[in-house]
């Protein structure tokens, strides 16, 4: 499911009884197989007998039958349809199964760590405020009073006008214009996005 060409896996192996513990998440469990573990995610028909299956749409239930996997996440109401067919398959409930699953993913294959960077090419105002685990690539501009935070990558080609707050955990893609911004913690910005720009509350006469 996960193409290794472009994420690194960091994780061999999670137990169902930690995947709540270490995750913080809700999802039921049987207590008969809680020691059990699992070593990668993956759909149903790709899935092996130690992997994570999912199903969260009803028209794959019969498509259940032939996955190897022992270990299937579900939402509630899946739950009450695939309960009826003996699939020898242990169940995880999960009533926001698509956020559960994306933080399993995460926890096997998490975001790379930012590298500290700047790029030579890039022009940046003295009086802007970055903070040192910071990325900034090729052809970058950033205005006066600019402030960025911790753990923030900035793509090629980007500008950030002046007196632009970003905050941490920020990654802005390639090409992008930000101006007359707040970029609040933990934001995604990708490529070829122009925030605080005609469409924004901006007007002209004609």
Do not use: W
Request: aromatic share 10%; hydrophobic share 35%; with cysteine.
């Amino acid at each position: 499911m996960v193409d290794s060409t472009f994420y690194s896996k960091k994780l061999e192996s999670l137990s169902l009884k930690d995947i709540n513990k270490l995750l913080k998440l809700k999802i039921e469990i049987p207590n008969e197989i809680e020691n059990k573990t699992i070593t990668n995610v993956n759909n149903i028909y790709d899935a092996e007998s130690d992997h994570l299956c999912f199903l969260f749409n009803y028209k794959y239930i019969k498509d259940l039958k032939q996955s190897n996997s022992r270990f299937c996440l579900v939402s509630n109401d899946i739950y009450s349809k695939v309960i009826e067919n003996n699939y020898n398959i242990n169940y995880l409930v999960s009533n926001n199964p698509d956020y559960d699953l994306a933080k399993i993913i995460e926890a096997f294959y998490p975001n790379p760590k930012i590298k500290p960077f700047t790029s030579k090419l890039s022009s940046i105002s003295d009086s802007a405020r970055i903070s040192k685990n910071t990325h900034i690539s090729n052809f970058v501009t950033i205005g006066d009073n600019v402030t960025i935070g911790n753990n923030v990558h900035i793509g090629a080609n980007t500008i950030i006008d002046d007196n632009v707050y970003i905050g941490d955990n920020v990654y802005i893609g390639n090409n992008n214009s930000i101006s007359y911004a707040k970029i609040a913690n933990n934001i995604i910005i990708q490529n070829n996005t122009s925030i605080g720009h005609t469409g924004f509350g901006f007007t002209s006469k004609d």
